[in-house]
């Protein structure tokens, strides 16, 4: 069985900042990811990484406030997030697939390709 762990949710006021990580047992495929689960919507991409160069991609309202990064080992990844806002509210989840685009405007990874139940950030104004 895959372990997932995950870090860094929690509740936080806006404007402040949070890193998440999440780390599992075993994943070596192309397109790596975090996407992000608000109450009543769809769970989207956010930002997304690419194992062969580190190439990093964001949807448009999380530009130039989130970051995404790979950890030493090749299953670990971080999201920092800076100048947080209400909206940025939801579940957050690692997700990984052999995806060659890897945009996270049009990434849906099916849903045995994301890495465990995710960690709740809750931005409040």
């Known amino acids: 069985q895959v372990q997932v762990l995950y870090s860094g949710g929690g509740s936080v006021q806006a404007g402040t900042s949070v890193t998440l990580s999440c780390e599992t047992s075993?994943?070596?495929?192309?397109?790596m990811g975090w996407l992000r689960q608000a109450p009543g919507k769809e769970r989207e991409a956010v930002a997304t990484?690419?194992?062969?160069?580190?190439?990093?991609r964001y949807r448009d309202p999380v530009k130039g406030r989130f970051t995404i990064s790979k950890g030493d080992s090749k299953n670990t990844l971080y999201l920092e997030m800076h100048s947080l806002k209400p909206e940025d509210s939801g579940m957050y989840y690692c997700?990984?697939?052999?995806?060659?685009?890897?945009?996270?405007?049009?990434?849906?990874?099916?849903?045995?390709?994301?890495w465990g139940q995710g960690t709740q950030v809750t931005v409040s104004s």
């Open positions: 075993s994943d070596s495929r192309y397109c």
């Open positions: 990484i690419t194992r062969a160069d580190g190439r990093t």
């Open positions: 997700a990984a697939d052999g995806y060659l685009g890897c945009d996270p405007g049009s990434w849906s990874p099916l849903a045995d390709d994301i």
